[in-house]
């Protein structure tokens, strides 16, 4: 597998790269990292995901250049496995990413942040509430949710009026995930104004579980 990932095949290459993530050897970090640097950028973003399955920290600071990858997916598997990798060193970057001219790579970033629960990623997390994209809203949402911080309380009432029915939920569920019982009127009223039923079923059930939280 490490002569297959030298391949003139790029077909070759990506499949090598999985099949050493698979197999889960530390030997494989290295090789894995150099992939990184591929000509083609599907084996570099497969490079990135199989250093997400290795779970090895070596692959942080590689995995940060690869920010700056000029495929936008390459960037947006950098910033997922990131998150997986746990290393608060990403955060200033990942941070950096959610200002990507590309919102899959918004939205990866403000998933990695989460993953991280690195409190310092707040402000930036805060700010990205008001971005254009709804995946990528409903991506900060979350993340804002992940990292139970209570000054995510008004942003997040405030994506409770979202025009996408995604970002909406996204938000209640983060609001019953901080457990701060000032969202309580906020949720209740999004309850009462939802008109898609399935919609506002899981707004309910949100509200009901931030009442039930210990205060």
């Known amino acids: 597998m490490l002569e297959r990932i030298k391949s003139r095949s790029s077909a070759e290459r990506r ?20 992939a990184l640097k591929d000509q083609e ?29 000029e495929v936008s997916f390459v960037r947006a598997a950098a910033a997922r496995v990131l998150g997986q990798l746990g290393d608060a060193k990403a955060v200033d970057s990942l941070t950096t990413s959610l200002k990507d001219g590309n919102s899959t790579v918004r939205g990866a970033a403000a998933m990695g942040l989460g993953s991280l629960k690195e409190a310092r990623a707040v402000p930036a997390l805060i700010s990205a509430v008001r971005d254009e994209a709804p995946d990528v809203r409903s991506a900060v949402a979350t993340a804002l949710g992940d990292l139970r911080d209570k000054r995510a ?42 008109k898609d039923e399935e919609a506002r079923s899981q707004i309910k059930e949100a509200l009901q579980r931030l009442m039930a939280s210990p205060d």
Request: proline content about 4%; cysteine-free; glycine content about 6%.
């Open 41 to 69: 950028g599907d084996v570099r973003a497969s490079a990135a995901n199989a250093l997400g399955q290795l779970g090895d920290k070596r692959a942080v600071e590689p995995l940060i250049s690869m920010l700056n990858d």
């Open 153 to 194: 309380i008004e942003p997040l009432i405030y994506s409770l009026k979202d025009e996408s029915r995604m970002v909406k939920l996204a938000a209640a569920i983060a609001l019953a995930d901080i457990g701060d019982k000032r969202a309580v009127a906020a949720l209740t009223e999004a309850v009462a104004n939802e």
């Open 15 to 34: 499949e090598a790269i999985d099949q050493l993530a698979e197999a889960g050897d530390p030997r494989a970090v290295e090789p894995v990292i150099a």
